[in-house]
């Protein structure tokens, strides 16, 4: 799980949140999700949560909103149905929501789409359980799950997924199977239609027809204990989290029915997804897109507000940038320019026609009779965006500092005059418990920066050079490069040293390397320059170690010309 992942998640959970008029709370990586219908609690995600974890959270999320959009939970609460009814009800009532949210936003279909993989695979292994308590359990709910899978015809293989399932059905579940599917046109239209009292009344009938029991007796609070209810966990009067009822459409199935006389929860109906396992040792924490402390000049972060800068040396900087580095990148820049010209190539059997080719025609030979054409081959060099990603560690500080501005500089004399898009950012971390990532922005892809505001900008950031964890920094340089239109992005990265800081977050150098990894795989061309220090070769494949400060300048625009 990479930050991109995280930035897709944060924006779907806040547009369901957004409609239904909730709000979300981060929680800890190994708390469970839940809500008390005005609160949504996420555990926040780490580098080992699973796709599979994500789908199961998207769809509680989305399901949850639906409930809190479309159900009266008053209503509900009046008459508190428990055990069989208040599971057939909480079907038929999930069937309600889940198809008036889908089919208002479309995009949510593939969410149930996904979800419904799983959910069935929890059913199929369920049913080659060992557990003699958990197959009776099943054997009383089967029919009603794989009636409710047959009626999910929006759901591309709910119905597929669930005849497997069908076989397994004992005289008697198929006899109720049977029964219920004689209700499908009442459900279809109360789907479309019915109200919350509609499904209720449903919910009655199918009890007394199908299941023979009288609904009264699975009503009101249940006086006798012999008949055991739910423990009275918090429902969120005395600031405890709510717990939910564990008879909704269930993520995790072996929680179906621990109690059949479950007590219906007066906070609300819920679906239920265990922790996250978040104690494998490589785990690092994610931080969100808000806990980015992004700086744009000519603002300033309050994180970075009130610092001075005392030991950069600005002429010196702009000196070494006027005699060394801006030579260099001519050179380079020239190298680009003719690289960027278009060519041709002859001998082509088709393509435009070449008067010089012509002769093969009299050759007699029937291949070089048909090679007489050439074709235009269009260069892509300047369809390229480029960015330097600047460690601003406090072991940068001094003259390493001033010769990444250098750096900095020659490379942005080199891409400019070609209109090559390029951006300039530098990484640290806020000083504090919770060391937010600080994304320093010297120059945006297309922002026009003159050498004498980039150096006064490096200078501002050199007063506050601290902690460094470097995968944050490329994940948020990853997903800015992703959000270019060039058919090439590079990513030059420039650091002294290994990752530094959020040790409370997890492994940090493991969540370096898998962010360097996923956005190599996205096709960014990733090089790392170590700056007097040779560990870019433990986390970058391409990599280059500079064993003087001289050599810097040098060695990145000898990767610009490698990689462009």
Known sequence: MHYLDTVQFESYVAACTRNAGVSVRWD?????????????????????????????IRYFVKHETSHIVYSDFDYLNEKRPRGLLALINNLLEDHRIDYRNDMLYEGDISVSNEFWELYADDIRKNLLSDDAKLKEQQNTTLPLFIWDAYCRDWINNAEESFIEVEQTLDTINRERLNKLITYTERLLVIRESGSVQDVYQLAVDILEDVYEQKSEDYEGDDKDDSKGTSSKAGDGTDGSAPIDDAVDRLINVSDLMKELAHEHK???????????????????????????????????????????????????????????????????RIKLQTRSRDRYEYGKTKGKLHNGSLHRLLSGDDKAQSKVFRKRV???????????????????????????????????????????????????????????????????????VSTLDLVSRFKRASACLWQN?????????????????EKRKVLLVLSDGSPAGREWAGDSANYTRDAIKATEKSGVDVYGIGILDSNVRRFYEKNVVVNSLSELTPAILSVLDRSI
């Open 28 to 56: 800890e990586p190994s708390a469970t999700p839940r809500t008390d219908g005005r609160i949504i609690y996420i555990p926040q995600l780490t580098s080992v949560t699973s796709n599979d974890w994500l789908t199961r």
């Open 266 to 332: 007066p906070s609300r109906t819920g679906v239920h997804i265990q922790a996250s396992d978040v104690s494998a040792s490589t785990a690092y924490v994610i931080p969100k897109s808000t806990d980015y402390v992004v700086v744009r000049f000519p603002e300033l972060h309050n994180e970075v507000a009130g610092h001075v800068a005392t030991y950069f040396k600005p002429r010196s900087v702009i000196d070494g940038i006027t005699s060394n580095s801006v030579p260099l990148a001519n050179k380079l």
């Open 378 to 448: 269009v260069s892509d060099t300047l369809d390229t965006c480029v960015t330097l990603l600047v460690d601003c560690s406090g072991s940068m500080q001094g003259d390493k500092f001033e010769m990444a501005c250098a750096g900095a500089g020659a490379m942005s004399a080199a891409l400019k005059p070609l209109n090559i898009k390029h951006s300039i950012l530098g990484f640290t971390n806020t000083v504090g418990r919770k060391e937010d990532p600080i994304v320093w922005v010297f120059t945006n892809y297309d922002e026009r």
């Open 469 to 485: 964890s470097d995968g944050d920094a490329i994940a948020y340089a990853h997903r800015q490069l992703m959000q270019r239109r």
